[in-house]
């Protein structure tokens, strides 16, 4: 795990042996500090350990407990567009990147895994996620495990996603040439459509770089077959970073860039 500034990990107050076991793996596992609860209120155990951020392991749950609220992992549409998948409906996210079975998925901004586990689906085969935060990464990690899917395809397509807490563009000057079918890119909380306050507590810990025309060419070098980039409708990042065709419902606030490798 990259570094973080100070967290911890602790369990709910009322807790068991399972969580607090959980807990101390998790601590070992991301090189961070096990606390007991001991039934104190998290501001006062982040007041003693002069902590913003703590890691909390319930029964089936795990959460960030951030200044600007609770964070935790869920799908969010995944489970319903795998549903529509299964109904032969179609997907503008898998049009534009024209994915078979057996193909390879390099998702360059992972965040909850949302399209990655329809990639997974779509595809299934192994989906690289990279997230540059350790949090997220962790949130993901073990939300793809913990998680209590919908549909068995999905929990299959939650098995075939690997994290990895990276930054995408050091890991794609480390990777050969074409090693990868699609290369895809999410920066969309940059501009995000909502301004619902449970994205706050994401919003905070998420990456808001902008993506370089330097990244979108190692990921032109690394792919087999195609670039995606998502974006607002109304976004001027297609055309800034090179972005020659552009699909996406008629009606829809979401459109995707297409670089299509030769």
């Known amino acids: 795990m990259r570094q973080m500034d100070n967290f911890f990990i602790t369990t709910g107050r009322k807790t068991d042996g399972n969580c607090i076991a959980k807990a101390h793996f998790l601590a070992e596992k991301y090189h961070a500090r096990f606390v007991y609860r001991n039934n104190k209120s998290l501001p006062q155990i982040k007041k003693e ?53 057996g193909m390879s998925v390099l998702d360059c901004t992972l965040g909850f895994a949302s399209d990655a586990l329809v990639s997974a ?52 000057k480390k990777i050969p040439d074409k090693s990868i079918d699609i290369v895809y890119f999410d920066p969309m909380f940059r501009h995000p459509l909502t301004n619902s306050l449970s994205f706050n507590p994401l919003r905070t810990l998420a ?13 032109c070098r690394v792919a087999r077959h195609r670039v995606v980039l998502k974006e607002n ?30």
Do not use: W
């Open 121 to 172: 689906f779509q595809s299934k085969s192994l989906v690289i996620g990279l997230e540059s935060n350790p949090l997220i990464s962790l949130i993901t990690a073990e939300g793809l495990g913990l998680f209590p899917f919908s549909t068995e395809e999905t929990a299959k397509a939650a098995a075939n996603i690997r994290v990895i807490n990276t930054d995408y563009g050091e890991y794609l």
């Open 49 to 101: 350990l002069n902590s913003t951020i703590a890691v909390v392991v319930k029964k089936g749950k795990i959460s960030i407990n951030t200044s600007s609220g609770e964070l935790f992992f869920h799908p969010n549409m995944a489970q319903l567009r795998i549903k529509k998948l299964l109904k032969n409906e179609n997907d503008n996210m898998l049009t534009a990147m024209d994915l078979k079975q």
């Open 233 to 262: 409708s109304k976004s001027h990042e297609f055309h800034r970073l090179g972005f020659p065709l552009i699909c996406g419902g008629r009606y829809s606030s979401i459109h995707y860039g297409i670089i299509k490798i030769k």
């Open 207 to 219: 990456n808001m770089s902008a993506i370089t025309p330097a990244s979108i060419q190692a990921a």
